[in-house]
């Protein structure tokens, strides 16, 4: 089973992510993860190594290559903010989690310690830099959610609510 969360910062892809791999005794695979363990051993902060992967796609390009073989394998829930599009026809569901700016800043500013404002700064970059080099290196459309299996607005359901939509899509696929 190959489960694949997307979606943008603060949508809760890694809570939900978490909950699901659990459930169903499945690796957790985060590219987000990987991604801030490279910013960390560059001495940078997430939003100055997206700057960088805007001019070098070998950022990119080993973070989902990483990604995308390890899934390959199986048994696996990927969160990231791109590889659900790379994993068309690889992954058995694919999941985009979404809410209103305002929430994901809000869910950010606590989650990290920050304020609002600093917050809402972090994801308009982050969102701005990763639109553009998920068209520039891979010609993906991020608004085109046409490949997804469940796309959920997270901003009035629970983590746990939303971890069930997703088991009641993998027993409609699995029954299949």
Do not use: C
């Not at 993860?33 to 001019?55: G, P, T, W, Y």
């Not at 990119?60 to 659900?84: C, F, M, P, W, Y």
């Not at 989690?97 to 989650?111: G, H, M, T, V, W």
């Not at 600093?118 to 080099?133: D, G, M, N, T, V």
Request: charged share 25%; proline share 2%; hydrophobic share 45%.
């Amino acid at each position: 089973m190959i489960i694949s969360i997307s979606g943008p910062p603060g949508s809760g892809k890694t809570s939900v992510a978490k909950i699901v791999a659990s459930r169903h005794s499945l690796e957790l695979l985060s590219a987000g993860a990987i991604f801030r363990e490279m910013a960390s051993r560059a001495h940078m902060d997430v939003v100055s190594l997206n700057k960088e992967a805007e001019k070098l796609f070998d950022i990119d390009k080993l973070v989902d290559q990483t990604v995308t073989r390890r899934a390959a394998l199986g048994n696996v829930v990927v969160e990231s903010h791109i590889n659900s599009w790379l994993l068309v026809g690889i992954a058995d569901v694919l999941v985009y989690l979404n809410a209103p700016l305002q929430e994901r800043a809000n869910r950010i500013a606590k989650r990290d310690g920050i304020t609002y404002v600093e917050a809402l700064r972090q994801i308009l970059e982050r969102e701005s830099s990763h639109y553009r080099r998920f068209k520039k290196y891979y010609g993906i459309d991020a608004t085109d959610l046409s490949s997804f299996d469940l796309v959920v607005n997270t901003a009035k359901v629970s983590p746990e609510a939303v971890a069930d939509m997703v088991d009641r899509v993998i027993g409609e696929i699995s029954s299949k």
